[in-house]
């Protein structure tokens, strides 16, 4: 499969309508991302030996380096999992075996190819619903019998005659017409999961034991007999397409596909990288922290996972690690694993600058999303420019103070600002509210006075 063909500069571009400002990593990501379609079009015989330039993203919490990776696997349509790194520990230490990301993302590749190949045979689905709810609304007149004497004149005149052929097609323009809402129907449903309750103690390494143990019990198990359940017709005809759709996918194309794509396009975000860095200790939870990043190194080197769908090569997946590095540095981490990072980005710290372009630009900025929410209550929300630049520089200053969080920031800064309009809202319909200088001024200055009140509020 090949990866979509955005330019650098048009992936950099689309990252900037979400993100506000860090350009080096923006860039970073956009090279590793044209990289892929790059590597698709070289010769075969070199394409295998191309591999992918993992990137360690180094910035406080809340600068976008989640976002990041997030939009960019959106972008691309490739298949992408959040991993935090300190879930994971050695083996015989409780947590996850490192494996288990791989199985999870191809988990997620199966379940998007499963809802592109539903939207394929979408109208197909629901021509089939369509016409078994119509089969329930009218049965179909079935033909007696010929019986072994010929009937009498008179006995063939009292014979009920069939409806007419063109009932149907009526009853047909009624139901899309939606003439037929009201209407309910009984439908046969397989129960969503019939199983014995059986519970499974797992650790490290027995999620591969687990894998096919639903199908196993099944087997051994009878399965649940199908539920009978009335519904109205619009909801009956939506159940049945689901079923048509189900039934009209081929599953072994599907895994087949969700597997290469994750082989050639997944992404994997390593979260919290630098909670594992550092060497071996000789007491406390520090002792196994070297031993999870050599876990990790073979799955970022390349190798084959065992997952319920087959094996998965994660040769040319790409992993994009990120961490505060507040306390450890990234020369902490093994030597080998440092390699398998080539590409180091940092991410600065937001500005007050930075705040007010967050809340303005982004196309899903907050401003946006609290006019939006109150619109809903028929309360029209204005944010004065001086009113947006009071919020930055609180949001700035509460940052410098306590924990500096990044953008989240705002989200607790707007939240107090907001809170009297947001409970009162229900009892304002019609009203304009104006959110300048002097309005956050009021509802803040007293907090941001009392650090230690603040560092619990704010």
Same mark, same amino acid.
Do not use: C
């Given at each position: 499969?090949?990866?979509?063909?955005?330019?650098?500069?048009?992936?950099?571009?689309?990252?900037?309508?979400?993100?506000?400002?860090?350009?080096?990593?923006?860039?970073?990501?956009?090279?590793?991302?044209?990289?892929?379609?790059?590597?698709?079009?070289?010769?075969?015989?070199?394409?295998? #030996? +191309?591999?992918?330039? !993992?990137?360690?993203?180094?910035?406080?919490?809340?600068?976008?380096?989640?976002?990041?990776?997030?939009?960019?696997?959106?972008?691309?349509?490739?298949?992408?999992?959040?991993?935090?790194?300190?879930?994971?520990?050695?083996?015989?230490?409780?947590?996850?075996?490192? *494996?288990?990301?791989?199985?999870?993302?191809?988990?997620?590749?199966?379940?998007?190819?499963?809802?592109?190949?539903?939207?394929?045979?979408?109208?197909?689905?629901? #021509?089939?619903?369509?016409?078994?709810?119509?089969?329930?609304?009218?049965?179909?007149?079935?033909?007696?019998?010929?019986?072994?004497?010929?009937?009498?004149?008179?006995?063939?005149?009292?014979?009920?005659?069939?409806?007419?052929?063109?009932?149907?097609?009526?009853?047909?323009?009624?139901?899309?017409?939606?003439?037929?809402?009201?209407?309910?129907?009984?439908?046969?449903?397989?129960?969503?999961?019939?199983?014995?309750?059986? *519970?499974?103690?797992?650790?490290?390494?027995?999620?591969?034991?687990?894998?096919?143990?639903?199908?196993?019990?099944?087997?051994?198990?009878?399965?649940?007999?199908?539920?009978?359940?009335?519904?109205?017709?619009?909801?009956?005809?939506?159940?049945?397409?689901?079923?048509?759709?189900?039934?009209?996918?081929?599953?072994?194309?599907?895994?087949?596909?969700?597997?290469?794509?994750?082989?050639? !396009?997944?992404?994997?975000?390593?979260?919290?990288?630098?909670?594992?860095?550092?060497?071996?200790?000789?007491?406390?939870?520090?002792?196994?922290?070297?031993?999870?990043?050599?876990?990790?190194?073979? +799955?970022?080197?390349?190798?084959?996972?065992?997952?319920?769908?087959?094996?998965?090569?994660?040769?040319?997946?790409?992993?994009?690690?990120?961490?505060?590095?507040?306390?450890?540095?990234?020369?902490?981490?093994?030597?080998?694993?440092?390699?398998?990072?080539?590409?180091?980005?940092?991410?600065?710290?937001?500005?007050?600058?930075?705040?007010?372009?967050?809340?303005?630009?982004?196309?899903?900025?907050?401003?946006?999303?609290? #006019?939006?929410?109150?619109?809903?209550?028929?309360?029209?929300?204005?944010?004065?420019?001086?009113?947006?630049?009071?919020?930055?520089?609180?949001?700035? +200053?509460?940052?410098e103070r306590t924990e500096n969080i990044g953008a989240r920031r705002l989200h607790t800064v707007m939240?107090?600002?907001?809170?009297?309009?947001?409970?009162?809202?229900?009892?304002?319909?019609?009203?304009?509210?104006?959110?300048?200088?002097?309005?956050?001024?009021?509802?803040?200055?007293?907090?941001?006075?009392?650090?230690?009140?603040?560092?619990?509020?704010?």
């Amino acid at each position: 499969m090949k990866s979509i063909n955005f330019t650098p500069r048009e992936i950099v571009s689309e990252l900037d309508r979400y993100i506000i400002g860090q350009n080096a990593a923006k860039r970073a990501v956009a090279i590793a991302l044209r990289n892929r379609w790059r590597r698709q079009n070289v010769p075969e015989d070199l394409r295998d #030996e +191309i591999a992918p330039k !993992n990137i360690i993203m180094i910035g406080p919490t809340g600068v976008g380096k989640t976002e990041i990776a997030r939009r960019l696997a959106k972008l691309a349509n490739a298949p992408f999992i959040k991993v935090e790194a300190s879930k994971f520990t050695e083996v015989g230490y409780v947590g996850k075996d490192v *494996e288990s990301m791989i199985r999870e993302l191809t988990e997620t590749s199966v379940n998007m190819v499963k809802e592109e190949e539903k939207v394929k045979v979408q109208a197909k689905a629901e #021509e089939l619903a369509e016409e078994k709810l119509l089969d329930m609304l009218l049965p179909p007149v079935t033909t007696p019998a010929k019986p072994a004497v010929e009937p009498t004149t008179d006995e063939a005149l009292s014979t009920p005659a069939a409806p007419p052929v063109n009932t149907r097609e009526k009853l047909r323009e009624m139901l899309r017409a939606g003439k037929l809402n009201n209407r309910s129907v009984e439908l046969e449903a397989a129960p969503a999961s019939f199983m014995p309750m059986v *519970e499974v103690v797992s650790g490290p390494n027995i999620e591969e034991l687990g894998m096919n143990i639903k199908e196993m019990m099944s087997n051994i198990f009878p399965r649940g007999g199908r539920k009978k359940s009335r519904m109205k017709v619009p909801e009956a005809l939506k159940f049945l397409a689901q079923e048509e759709a189900a039934k009209l996918i081929d599953m072994d194309s599907v895994v087949k596909l969700a597997v290469s794509r994750v082989e050639e !396009n997944g992404i994997v975000f390593l979260d919290e990288i630098d909670k594992i860095a550092g060497r071996e200790s000789s007491h406390g939870p520090d002792v196994s922290r070297e031993g999870v990043q050599r876990d990790i190194l073979p +799955i970022v080197e390349g190798s084959n996972v065992q997952t319920k769908y087959g094996m998965v090569r994660t040769d040319h997946i790409l992993f994009i690690a990120a961490g505060a590095f507040h306390v450890s540095k990234p020369s902490d981490l093994i030597p080998e694993l440092q390699g398998r990072f080539p590409i180091r980005v940092e991410l600065e710290s937001l500005t007050k600058e930075d705040f007010l372009r967050i809340l303005q630009e982004p196309a899903n900025s907050l401003m946006k999303q609290y #006019e939006a929410l109150l619109q809903t209550e028929e309360v029209k929300l204005i944010f004065t420019p001086d009113g947006l630049k009071e919020i930055a520089e609180f949001s700035a +200053i509460v940052n410098e103070r306590t924990e500096n969080i990044g953008a989240r920031r705002l989200h607790t800064v707007m939240e107090r600002v907001l809170d009297e309009i947001s409970f009162e809202a229900p009892d304002k319909k019609g009203a304009k509210l104006s959110i300048d200088s002097d309005y956050v001024k009021e509802k803040l200055t007293d907090l941001v006075k009392d650090q230690d009140l603040s560092r619990y509020i704010l």
